[in-house]
């Protein structure tokens, strides 16, 4: 028997006693996401609790297994019942599932989410399936198959998992085959724009040399979007596996990853996760015996969008300011310190080991038509169900916004996809199926896989001047295009929004952001304008209110809006004049007050404070100052 | 400072890394170590640290307040709660109050969209913050 052979026993029967455990087993979701919700103060509260109930129990920290909107999330698996999911759990909610679940062996149906059994009898009444949930449902998890399932923190866990598989059979295979099993499953870049991951390897493989990097890219910088770091957090071993298959793959001897400093907690994980590949011989010279040698590095990148291009990664690598390069040569050929060097996108490199373990042809089941596989997005924005999902290539996008995610509370306007590089599609797309060409020919890309869902409440215009305004705060100034093209588009949007631009400002928008796209040196520039020429051509009405009419539908634009206190429904509780920073209300006790427009700095506080007071009421509205019929409304 | 580093152009980025978190934010004089560590210019480190976000110049305050400007927060107030963060503080994003209490920045995404709009005090996130309850967080930082 192999010494893989064996650490895979070891591991499998591991992993045997953990679910087969006589003790209970909690599970914890401690992802960053679910860090922020409060699992760090639920995991106290449940020692505590534990302890006083004076029972034993094993505590395993797992990963993000997807829907935000739950979390934090514990599941509890007791000997010979399925395990069960809790969701917003509170410290109230950890006594109850202590004293009843975990004490009384009753599961809590009134406040479980879903179980996790598989039809085998025991299953409590009243709970539903985890994986039926309608989030879960139409999901396929090939990337995220472990996240939440495993603890990151112990390569054990992973080896039980079919963990490693794939690149002790890549291992075994030559370099050219592995690239050849790549190109028949059709992977294409999971970082945005789409190229066949086999033909980049294939020019890096035949590039003369013998130093060649692989290199993984971890620099999410996209907001609103957390695939990646979701996935280093919750199995980083996935990653690292696909990074060692890359790079046997094209003949790299070191690696990197390059991963934002803002993600702490996926850098510690990494990092645990080396030591234990070193320590199982899958680092380092002769890996698994095959005669391969390969190391890998960390390096923390220090905030610039613009690094997620791969010239720009390498400079920043290299020590220098991220600012791109033109291509060609492309960095397959020079790269890294001017050597052959492929730079993969973390969901690209976590497919591999799915790839290679089951096959090209299983992975083409996956998918459409020349889209084959799955694709992570966060889905985040005025949506009901927030998280990380995992869908096939195809689907469309009514299915992932209403099916996977609620639908919105108010009417659905628009989605952003792609983040700030994408376009912003409005309700006529909600029935194309997602991928590249698709995508693309809406003028959107498909990009990390950031979906922003908009509502009637989200003002387009203003959500163009956002991204516009951040790509123009990121862009590294090296070409012009990008770096004052960029200034006057921004500039225009912001005469729009304040109520001061003109009919020709639209006609300006246009010619200025098809000429910074066409005249950029990398991607930031080339798709910065998408958001706007997107939303002038699905939204062209809102632009034509705010220019014409000076009216913001959305009631978002500040200076359009005005704010009044509505006589008949004012108390005179004065709460509002006392948050008022400029003394714009006055008025006496009991009595309606008075708003000053030429005072008031439109800061939200009263309408906060009239809202959310019980003694207050809905007296203070804001209005779009350019609304028609606006005087009779108010 | 300089263990663990051979000295070339390679090690600045982790270099700028490590003073930041030992000092907490980038001085001349430390520009000036670098540099000479380094064998180059002035100019070439502060020209790269100036490029990162991460790098600051100025001296932190004892609490450091990030509000964040991600997409969710964005579309949920985050930019009239930033505004209202620094008529509190009197100081805009980058600097420190002169009582060096708190210091500002500005944020592109801490990764809680789910709880927007956010502001971050120290190792504190505040999730589903309004302007009105802005007052009562930042008085529990002395």
């Known amino acids: 028997m192999s010494e893989f052979e064996q650490m895979r026993r070891r591991a499998i029967e591991k992993w045997r006693l953990l679910q087969a455990s006589k003790l209970p087993v909690i599970f914890i979701g401690m992802a960053s996401c679910g860090k922020a919700a409060g699992a760090g103060e639920v995991l106290q509260v449940l020692k505590a609790r534990l302890k006083d109930a004076r029972v034993k129990a094993r505590i395993v920290e797992v990963g993000c297994i997807g829907p935000c909107y739950l979390e934090p999330l514990l599941d509890v698996k007791l000997p010979g019942q399925p395990r069960v999911s809790y969701s917003n759990v509170n410290p109230d909610k950890v006594k109850r599932i202590v004293e009843s679940h975990i004490v009384k062996r009753e599961p809590q149906k009134l406040i479980a989410a879903g179980h996790f059994g598989n039809g085998d009898g025991s299953i409590p009444a009243g709970i539903p399936r985890f994986f039926d949930l309608p989030m879960l449902k139409p999901q396929v998890r090939v990337v995220l198959r472990n996240c939440g399932f495993i603890d990151p923190g112990d390569i054990d866990h992973y080896l039980a998992n079919e963990g490693y598989l794939g690149a002790v059979k890549a291992l075994a295979m030559t370099p050219a085959d592995v690239i050849s099993e790549v190109r028949e499953a059709g992977l294409r870049g999971r970082g945005g724009a789409g190229f066949p991951t086999f033909k980049k390897w294939e020019v890096c493989r035949n590039a003369p040399g013998k130093v060649k990097y692989m290199i993984c890219n971890a620099d999410e910088g996209d907001p609103g979007a957390f695939m990646n770091r979701s996935l280093l957090e919750g199995d980083p071993h996935a990653v690292l596996e696909g990074l060692l298959i890359a790079a046997y793959a094209i003949g790299a001897s070191h690696g990197y990853i390059y991963i934002r400093a803002e993600y702490p907690l996926a850098i510690a994980r990494l990092k645990q996760a080396l030591v234990q590949m070193r320590h199982y011989g899958f680092l380092g010279n002769n890996i698994q015996g095959s005669g391969f040698n390969f190391d890998i590095t960390i390096k923390e990148g220090a905030g610039a969008f613009v690094c997620g291009e791969e010239t720009a990664l390498i400079a920043s690598i290299e020590g220098k300011r991220g600012m791109p390069k033109s291509r060609p040569p492309f960095p397959a050929v020079s790269g890294l310190h001017g050597k052959p060097t492929i730079i993969n996108n973390v969901e690209t490199l976590g497919t591999l080991p799915n790839i290679l373990r089951n096959g090209a042809s299983w992975y083409r089941q996956l998918g459409c038509e020349g889209n084959p596989g799955t694709k992570t997005f966060s889905l985040v924005g005025k949506v009901r169900r927030t998280g990380l999902i995992e869908v096939p290539l195809g689907m469309t996008l009514r299915q992932i916004i209403f099916d996977i995610g609620g639908g919105t509370r108010k009417p659905f306007k628009a989605v952003q996809t792609g983040g700030p590089s994408g376009g912003c599609l409005s309700d006529e797309f909600l029935d194309t199926p997602i991928n590249y060409e698709s995508l693309t020919a809406a003028g959107s890309i498909m990009g990390s896989g950031g979906l922003i869902i908009m509502d009637e409440d989200t003002c387009v215009v203003d959500i163009a001047r956002y991204f516009l305004d951040f790509t123009q705060k990121e862009s590294c100034g090296k070409c012009s295009p990008c770096r004052v093209g960029s200034r006057h588009m921004v500039e225009i949007l912001e005469r729009i929004t304040k109520g001061e631009g003109q009919p020709e400002d639209l006609i300006r928008l246009q010619v200025l952001g098809e000429t910074v796209k066409r005249g950029s040196l990398c991607g930031l520039g080339q798709t910065a304008p998408n958001p706007v020429l997107t939303t002038l051509r699905y939204f062209r009405q809102e632009y034509l209110s705010h220019v014409k009419d000076k009216h913001c539908p959305a009631t978002v634009c500040r200076e359009l809006l005005e704010y009044r206190v509505v006589p008949g429904k004012c108390t005179g509780c004065q709460r509002c004049v006392s948050v008022c920073p400029t003394g714009a209300i006055t008025g006496p006790r009991a009595e309606p007050h008075n708003l000053d427009p030429s005072k008031c700095i439109k800061c939200r506080a009263c309408y906060e404070i009239c809202r959310y007071d019980a003694i207050a009421g809905d007296a203070i509205i804001i209005r779009s100052k350019g609304q028609p019929q606006y005087e009779q409304q108010a | ?142």
Do not use: W
């Open chain 2, 1 to 142: 400072m300089f263990a663990g580093f051979s000295g070339e152009q390679g090690d600045l980025i982790p270099l700028l890394q490590k003073v930041q978190a030992d000092v907490g934010y980038i001085s001349e004089e430390a520009i000036e170590a670098i540099s000479g560590f380094l064998r180059c210019s002035d100019n070439q480190v502060f020209g790269v640290a100036s490029f990162y976000s991460q790098f600051r110049f100025v001296q932190p305050g004892r609490h450091s307040v990030k509000v964040c400007l991600g997409t969710a927060c964005h579309v949920k107030g985050g930019q009239v709660l930033c505004e209202a963060v620094e008529r509190e503080l009197g100081v805009v994003p980058g600097q420190t109050t002169s009582d060096l209490r708190f210091d500002l920045q500005r944020v592109a995404c801490l990764g809680c969209c789910a709880l927007a709009p956010v502001i971050q005090v120290n190792d504190d996130v505040h999730s589903r913050m309004a302007v009105i309850r802005l007052k009562g967080v930042l008085n529990k930082y002395e």
